[in-house]
């Protein structure tokens, strides 16, 4: 199901700009709230998109570790983001740009380049005008290139950071510049309730507003985070204290589901407010299979038990897209889900199991009672095991011994990149009887090199944007799993990754009931795997998370929840 709307009216004057700051601290969740806020105003019939800045000076979030930043979002164009775009794109049901992410690094890179190219004629090179210049180029160049009537642009960070000075600066430039009607400010702060008083504090948005009016920007609305709905008395201390009107004040409460937050928004009047401050008229949302699809999240009943062992589950917005497809294909399936995020390291001295093709050999591998390992006897308590992307050699005997236990015990597996190399360097050890079978990323001497270094991978030299990234199209054989699930014959689908399987080693794991159902390049890569005897075995070199959106779940995550649920099939 597609949530984008026919747009029924364009607005002819300037673009229009919505700015969305935050306060107090990180993590409040100002991606939700510039997706649900974009969503209310494409209900509503207009075209919209949304823009990430993050003020670090990284280029783009690519060579971010995960566990201190989060998910590495890659779009069809190949461009590594922070996570947020993700939210946009599961909102918005669009395929954004490199161009929604907006960071310092690639913002003076610009600057340093044009003044490097002789296009400042001499000028001392300044943050205002010609960083604030550029900052406000590429957010109108977007708003242009996309024609769009309104452009979300979410301002990372928390006012007050040194770091976002030039992007804050920049916006009030714009908001000069396009007038009162064409710009304005959403303020995400917080209201914390203390257990000891028991009532909501309004002291942080008091002080939070200040510091921005510092800066010579008045919030229009205060997105205020709370457990619960913001109280009467809170809502009017803050109005008073910040001087914004009671209704631009909007209680920002938790819901059931992140896709409800924009229903809880037009319901106290945001896309209201919005219209009054920008003058905007005919607007309606019309919400049609949104609320439905929002719903499903809270009714579904009945639990899968799924297990994500991977490298960084200590901060599992590490994962956040595999999460989010996980969620859309139990809501699909009617069923609520459980996930319990395991480190990968716990499994390194666990039981390990070999199998050759007549019997099924299990070997101890010096497991301690009491120690921190789990056993990989702990696995079978869930439906199923998804082992997702990641890098390097820490781990990744705990994965291979995963991806072998849940092959041995028929126990539904799902590898994404990293968790379908594993899989093959597990399969190769313990069912085609190459026992030092390994990936040279982790093993660069080993004597069965079933995953290898990609060829082209071997003349980068940057760490940055250097890997194999975007959307590839996929050629998918006749009468394979992968046909059945997908229900085509070919797909596209984002990758990041500088290995793959090594096809030397195709007959051997062929004769051995692995089959390679997807390729790429003219099959030069390969794509998919399964293992058709068994209940689902399946993994993929891409990452099939980033395609999936509430009400139209990634197929194969669609699949793997049907075989995990018991089902006796596993196509759409």
């Known amino acids: ?62 060579t971010m570790n995960p566990t201190a930043h989060g998910e590495v979002f890659v779009t069809d164009d190949g461009g590594e983001c922070d996570m947020d775009v993700g939210n946009y794109e599961r909102f918005l049901g669009l395929s954004l740009t490199r161009n929604h992410s907006l960071t310092t690094g690639r913002i003076y890179a610009s600057v340093i380049n044009a003044e490097r190219a002789g296009a400042y004629l001499g000028q001392c090179v300044q943050i205002i005008p010609h960083v604030t210049d550029a900052i406000k180029e590429q957010l109108r160049s977007i708003a242009t290139k996309e024609d769009l009537d309104f452009t979300v642009v979410e301002c990372g960070g928390t006012v007050g950071d040194i770091e976002s000075l030039p992007f804050l600066e920049a916006l009030r430039q714009m908001e000069l510049e396009g007038g009162k009607y064409n710009t304005l400010f959403i303020h995400v702060t917080l209201a914390p309730v203390l257990d000891v008083v028991g009532e909501q504090k309004t002291k942080p948005t008091q002080h939070s507003v200040q510091e921005l009016r510092r800066i010579g920007i008045q919030p229009d609305i205060l997105a205020v985070r709370c457990n619960n709905p ?115 390291e716990k499994f390194e001295n666990g039981q390990m199991y070999q199998a050759n093709m007549e019997q099924k050999v299990e070997t101890r591998n010096g497991l301690k009672n009491g120690e921190q390992f789990k056993e990989l006897s702990y696995l079978r308590t869930f439906d199923g095991i998804l082992v997702p992307g990641g890098f390097g050699k820490r781990g990744s005997e705990g994965i291979i011994h995963v991806a072998n236990y849940a092959r041995i015990q028929n126990i539904p597996y799902f590898g994404i990149c990293f968790g379908f190399q594993l899989a093959i360097v597990g399969f190769g050890r313990y069912a085609c009887g190459l026992e030092r079978a390994n990936s040279t990323e982790l093993d660069p001497d080993t004597v069965d090199p079933v995953v290898d270094f990609m060829p082209d991978q071997k003349t980068a030299h940057n760490a940055g944007a250097s890997m194999r990234l975007g959307s590839h199209r996929i050629t998918i054989l006749p009468d394979t799993v992968a046909e059945s699930v997908y229900g085509s014959n070919w797909i596209y689908r984002r990758h990041r990754h500088r290995y793959e399987f090594n096809k030397k080693y195709s007959r051997l794991l062929e004769v051995n009931g692995m089959i390679f159902s997807g390729h790429s390049d003219s099959g030069q890569r390969m794509e ?28 194969c995550f669609a699949a793997f929840l049907r075989a995990c649920s018991g089902s006796t099939t596993i196509a759409n």
Request: glycine letters at 6%; proline letters at 4%.
């Open 230 to 344: 913001l109280t009467p008395e809170a809502r009017r201390k803050i109005s008073l204290f910040a001087s914004v009107e009671e209704a631009c004040v909007i209680s920002c409460h938790d819901a059931p589901s992140i896709y409800m937050v924009p229903e809880v928004l037009a319901k106290q009047g945001m896309i209201k407010v919005i219209a009054k401050k920008m003058r905007i008229k005919n607007y309606s949302p019309q919400w049609g299979e949104w609320k439905r699809t929002a719903s499903s999240f809270a009714s579904a009943k009945g639990r899968l038990r799924i297990a994500v062992v991977g490298k960084y589950v200590t901060l599992p917005d590490s994962y956040v897209s595999v999460y989010h497809a996980l969620s859309h294909a139990a809501a699909h399936l009617g069923r609520k889900i459980d996930i319990e995020w395991i480190e990968s």
């Open 528 to 555: 998919i795997l399964e293992i058709p005897a068994h209940k689902f075995y399946c993994a993929v070199q891409y990452h099939s998370e980033f395609n999936s959106r509430p009400g139209n779940p990634e197929q």
């Open 1 to 62: 199901m597609n949530h984008d709307v026919i747009f029924k009216h364009k607005i002819n004057s300037a673009h229009k700009f919505i700015f969305l700051t935050g306060g107090v601290m990180s993590g409040l969740g100002k991606g939700v709230i510039a997706s649900s806020t974009a969503k209310l105003l494409q209900l509503s019939g207009f075209r919209v998109s949304c823009i990430k800045i993050d003020p670090y000076v990284n280029y783009d979030a690519g």
